[in-house]
T-cell receptor, first 115, second 116 residues
Framework: AQKITQTQPGMFVQEKEAVTLDCTYD???????LFWYKQPSSGEMIFLIY??????QNATEGRYSLNFQKARKSANLVISASQLGDSAMYFC????????????FGTGTKLQVIP | DTGVSQDPRHKITKRGQNVTFRCDPI?????LYWYRQTLGQGPEFLTY????????KSRLLSDRFSAERPKGSFSTLEIQRTEQGDSAMYLC??????????????FGSGTQLSVL
């Protein structure tokens, strides 16, 4: 079974500062993928970034980067230069490799960006 | 590409009534998922369709819940004899069948159900 743990229910960050959202996972699989999704108050889940378990480099997408530490089973999201529009819920998720595999989500972190 | 659409956005019903939600996935996506999200929690998997075939159902999906995707396009989720514990956001997502681990889900805006 897969498990995602997000230990920060809420975080505050000053506008233009960087922030790290924590995510640890538990799996016995060797091959898997990790995702981060953003959920604004409108409710829609928006894909941000993906990291494969065999990817040697940390993923980056614009202001988002994923700090992947495989031995520690952590996949923290770093948001640089925070903007007011970054205020939202953030969910870490994972999926096993191989055909169809459902995506398992963590409980989320609520990020609030302060002007 | 108009994205995943869900209807209605909000539904208020009385306990014991039946409700039905609709999801229209992105047109070329043949994988479709239903998730349920309660306040303060992440989305929980309910069921998955590949084309019209329902290939997986969570144990969360009691006998009162049924989902269909009759022609492999839109899907409906019906809850019979609703209970207050069914109050949640019901999210639909779709994805193309790439088989790749990085195959991401495209979500709709959800249907917020309130059972009084």
């Amino acid at each position: 079974a897969q498990k995602i743990t997000q230990t920060q229910p809420g975080m505050f960050v000053q506008e233009k500062e960087a922030v790290t959202l924590d995510c640890t996972y538990d799996t016995s699989d060797q091959s898997y993928g990790l995702f981060w999704y953003k959920q604004p108050s409108s409710g829609e889940m928006i894909f941000l970034i993906y990291q494969g378990s065999y990817d040697e480099q940390n993923a980056t997408e614009g202001r988002y980067s994923l700090n992947f530490q495989k031995a520690r089973k952590s996949a923290n999201l770093v948001i640089s230069a925070s903007q007011l529009g970054d205020s939202a819920m953030y969910f870490c998720a994972m999926r096993r490799t191989g055909g169809y595999q459902k995506v398992t989500f963590g409980t989320g972190t609520k990020l609030q960006v302060i002007p | 590409d108009t994205g995943v659409s869900q209807d209605p956005r909000h539904k208020i019903t009385k306990r014991g009534q039946n409700v039905t939600f609709r999801c229209d996935p992105i047109s070329e996506h043949n994988r479709l998922y239903w998730y349920r999200q309660t306040l303060g929690q992440g989305p929980e998997f309910l069921t998955y369709f590949q084309n019209e075939a329902q290939l997986e159902k969570s144990r969360l999906l009691s006998d009162r819940f049924s989902a269909e995707r009759p022609k492999g396009s839109f899907s409906t989720l019906e809850i019979q004899r609703t209970e207050q514990g069914d109050s949640a956001m019901y999210l639909c997502a779709s994805s193309p069948t790439t088989g790749a681990t990085n195959e991401k889900l495209f979500f709709g805006s959800g249907t917020q159900l309130s059972v009084l």
